[in-house]
């Protein structure tokens, strides 16, 4: 039987194209029911406060670069949705007066402009800008890892993929947008040999840092959330950290505090994580394959699956 049609983009693969019969179940879950989610390798945590929440994603780059040694480099890739851990992260360094000089970060993806070439800080939505002002050039200079150290998918992207070879990635931090990506792993165009089904989940994950086509949902999200509604400013294109680099990260943490995703998207990655359902046209369900995913969620931004005028 063919897969529906999108309801949002016709001409790409999303969510509103999986059967119908997945969806049945995802409203009916509530915070306890998704926590109970959890099997190994697959862990939900629910936060009581945004303090909390945003406490515990800035710990997770605390831990992973203390771990960081001349002699087996580490470091965490991390988002920029959400971006409040970020001062955070900064305020533990200085005020606990850690050394981070050995340690690694990679920004996770970065925006590329109409000629293909991805943005530079002085754009007002580049990525790495933002890294920058909320967390690294905050943080003491006698303290700081060098330049060196900032790995962001700009320039020569195989030298960023092949970073992930030679240093350890602890941890890679992702938010969830509303076409259930993480990173800019949106869902592909409807066209050529994914026509008629998206690519399978083992094609998929072969994918490596690239430079990518934006889902509509994408464009559309980054520009409410982002550029006050300016969806003219948002570019269609980004360069992004791939499910190859993904798969070599110890630990994929997954953090929702309401603010990217909408309660049904929510739901329903987790669900497909659980129930080991992978389908590319759902970025993020392809997470169910990887042995180490942790999904942190804010409990009162979870909202509820109801029908409700505004």
């Not at 905050?138 to 992930?164: C, E, V, W």
């Not at 929510?266 to 129930?275: C, D, G, K, N, V």
């Amino acid at each position: 039987m063919p897969r529906p049609i999108s309801k949002v983009a016709p001409d790409w693969w999303d969510y509103t194209t999986l059967d119908p019969e997945i969806y049945a179940d995802v409203p009916k879950l509530n915070a306890r029911s998704l926590e109970k989610l959890s099997r190994p390798g697959f862990k939900v945590v629910m936060y009581d406060t945004l303090e909390d929440f945003y406490l515990a994603e800035a710990l997770e780059y605390i831990n992973a670069w203390r771990q960081s040694t001349d002699d087996n480099p580490a470091g965490i890739c991390g988002p920029i949705g959400p971006t409040e851990q970020l001062p955070l992260v900064a305020r533990l360094v200085n005020e606990l007066e850690l050394d981070i000089r050995k340690a690694h970060y990679w920004g996770m993806d970065e925006w590329v402009d109409d000629d293909g070439v991805p943005v530079p800080t002085s754009h007002p939505l580049s990525f790495a800008k933002a890294d920058m002002q909320l967390c690294f050039n905050r943080i003491d200079r006698k303290l700081r890892m060098p330049q060196s150290h900032l790995h962001f998918p700009t320039g020569d992207l195989n030298a960023y993929s092949k970073s992930f070879d030679e240093i350890r990635c602890v941890v890679m931090q992702g938010g969830q947008g509303e076409v259930k990506h993480w990173a800019f792993n949106d869902p592909p165009r409807r066209k050529g040999k994914y026509k008629d089904a998206p690519p399978a989940p083992e094609e998929y994950r072969k994918l490596k840092t690239r430079v990518t086509d934006l889902h509509p949902m994408t464009v559309i999200q980054n520009a409410r959330t982002s550029g006050g509604g300016q969806v003219a400013l948002v570019p269609t294109r980004a360069a992004t950290v791939g499910p190859l680099e993904t798969w070599k990260a110890e630990k994929v943490s997954i953090w929702q505090a309401g603010c990217h995703d909408n309660p049904f998207g929510m739901r329903l990655t987790a669900l497909m994580i659980s129930q080991k359902v992978p389908d590319s046209s759902v970025p993020m369900s392809l997470l169910a394959d990887h042995p180490n995913v942790q999904f942190n969620y804010y409990r009162h931004g979870l909202g509820a699956c109801e029908t409700e005028m505004h």
